[in-house]
């Protein structure tokens, strides 16, 4: 993922009263012929705890993610370059009145499922419920949270009553969290097991084979947003970011997206090969190092502060990740409103004689021994060299006493939900591009991590105080005290903020739109034209 950072515009800017959306059945100038091949390293594995995948109650992550992006709609969405949410499935939404309490959206007409289905207010308040009953552990139910109840007045009128105001709330709503899923199929208390799924957006999913890869074929019943660029879409997944490469150049595939290595995306920046293009793309992935302040050894903040006063995030960025990333010295990432170097502020340069002094005068006199469990590399993801690099700098500062353990992918998020690590590592990608996103999963109450860290200015003051402006610039100030109270505190470092590029065949056409704000993958735009 590397370009030269974009700075987004004040992102998700002054709620209008009303969100109205323009007519339209999706269709665009279509495609035909062979399909196109996107290639990708993101893993999306059946297990014993999670026997679900494709089912939007039990996923969170950027994997799955690209699926329903493709596959379900939901009542707003995003057009090409928008950071505002725009109505999909719903005509159009507004708040009711001046509480904020009350959102009500209006459905399109002629809406069905892509089994056929018809698709009405019943659907979507189904949707909903059903999301917050399951309530996965490490799923997206969070992100709705606040939604006290859902009536479906008509098949038309979808009201949404929600605990407290919140200006974020369409943003949630244009998230596969409020994924609208049939409810003549699926189960409004248990998951729908094994790689299937029903949804109204621009594609149907008609196989997945484990680890091998999806098909996908355009959905002839779509009635939303996005207009379709090509008719069928291969989704190849690759354990092995080379061989992707590999088909790329030899044509076998003709988009290749996340996960890049370094030294790949350097290489294709370098190449002069008329068939392939390297496109940037913006983005708000960042990199985070959480700390466990359950844990006896990093209870102390003075501990966790050292840490702080040695990780050097420009050797990181420099050596591992090959300069395609950027140190990112706050838990909001630059380009998004109220972004502040709260980090870099405190704690400045690397220092070891600071750390020392900090360790001193808290009375910590002998080495802290702390592991670091990491996510097995996948593709282009490089979790292990990282996690040694971090435990090599606070090694060498005579402080500590650092050793790493892999985790196998699938187990990891589990396992560091119920706070069985003292540090791990995690991507964020974001759901909506907003500072609330990059604070509240986290650091509100019942966030997805289960973090033992607890703050009640954040929780109970910060968080619904901005969510009560609709004018998010003017929530400023309040997310920057939350930045810096979570630099103050440690229970995360912010490592690096990822730059984002999608690699292609020349003769493909819309890649620069395939990549929206939050890092998902639109099949949508993708078409085919002329080589060279």
Not at 66 to 76: A, G, S, Y
Not at 223 to 243: A, H, M, R, V, Y
Request: aromatic share 8%; glycine share 8%.
């Amino acid at each position: 993922m590397n370009r030269k950072l974009l700075v987004l515009p004040a992102l998700l800017g002054a709620m209008t009263p009303v969100i109205t959306g323009c007519g339209g059945s999706g269709g665009g100038s279509g495609g035909s012929g062979d399909p196109i091949v996107i290639g990708t390293t993101d893993s999306i594995v059946l297990t014993k705890d999670n026997p679900a995948p494709l089912d939007p109650a039990t996923s969170y992550d950027n994997a799955t993610w690209n699926v329903f992006n493709n596959t379900f709609q939901e009542l707003l969405g995003y057009t090409r370059g928008s950071t505002t949410p725009t109505p999909d499935a719903a005509k159009e939404c507004h708040y009711t009145d001046t509480s904020g309490l009350t959102y009500q959206c209006t459905m399109r007409d002629g809406l069905k499922f892509s089994n056929g289905h018809n698709l009405t207010a019943d659907d979507v308040k189904f949707s909903v419920d059903r999301m917050q009953k399951i309530n996965w552990p490490t799923g997206p139910a969070t992100l709705i949270a606040d939604v006290k109840s859902v009536n479906a007045p008509d098949d038309k009128t979808v009201v949404f009553h929600l605990k407290a105001p919140d200006a974020t709330f369409p943003a949630k709503l244009a998230t596969p969290a409020a994924a609208i899923v049939d409810s003549s199929v699926y189960d409004p208390a248990k998951p729908l097991d094994g790689f299937k799924l029903v949804g109204s957006g621009p594609y149907v999913l008609d196989s997945f084979v484990q680890g091998k890869q999806a098909e996908f074929s355009r959905n002839p019943h779509y009635q939303g947003l996005d207009k379709i660029s090509n008719d069928k879409i291969e989704l190849k997944l690759f354990n092995d970011s080379g061989k992707m490469e590999a088909a790329l150049k030899g044509g076998t595939i003709d988009v290749m997206s996340r996960t890049m290595a370094p030294d790949q995306i350097t290489e294709l920046q370098n190449s002069t090969d008329p068939n392939l293009k390297l496109t940037e793309a913006p983005g708000g992935e960042t990199r985070y190092l959480f700390l466990n302040t359950a844990s006896p050894d990093l209870k102390d903040r003075a501990v966790r502060q050292a840490i702080a006063e040695i990780i050097d995030r420009q050797a990181i960025t420099r050596e591992i990740y090959k300069r395609t990333a950027d140190p990112l010295y706050s838990v909001v990432p630059q380009g998004i409103t109220s972004h502040t170097n709260s980090f870099f502020n405190r704690y400045h340069n690397p220092s070891v004689s600071k750390a020392k002094k900090t360790l001193k005068d808290a009375g910590v006199e002998d080495k802290v021994s702390l592991t670091i469990n990491y996510r097995q590399d996948t593709g282009g993801t490089v979790n292990k060299p990282e996690a040694q690099a971090i435990a090599k700098q606070l090694n060498a500062s005579g402080l500590f006493d650092v050793t790493t353990q892999s985790e196998e992918w699938s187990a990891f998020l589990k396992a560091a939900s119920q706070r069985k690590y003292e540090i791990f590592a995690v991507s964020w990608l974001p759901d909506f591009p907003d500072p609330d996103n990059y604070i509240a999963p986290f650091f509100d109450k019942d966030n997805f991590l289960n973090l033992a860290y607890k703050n009640t200015t954040i929780q109970d003051q910060i968080l619904p105080d901005t969510r009560r402006q609709s004018e998010r610039s003017t929530a400023s100030s309040a997310f920057g005290q939350a930045q810096d109270m979570i630099a103050q505190d440690v229970p995360m470092l912010p490592l690096w903020q990822g730059k984002q590029y999608i690699a292609s065949r020349s003769d493909i056409t819309g890649v620069e739109w395939a990549l929206n704000a939050t890092t998902a993958t639109q099949f949508w735009e993708l078409g085919r034209g002329v080589s060279g």
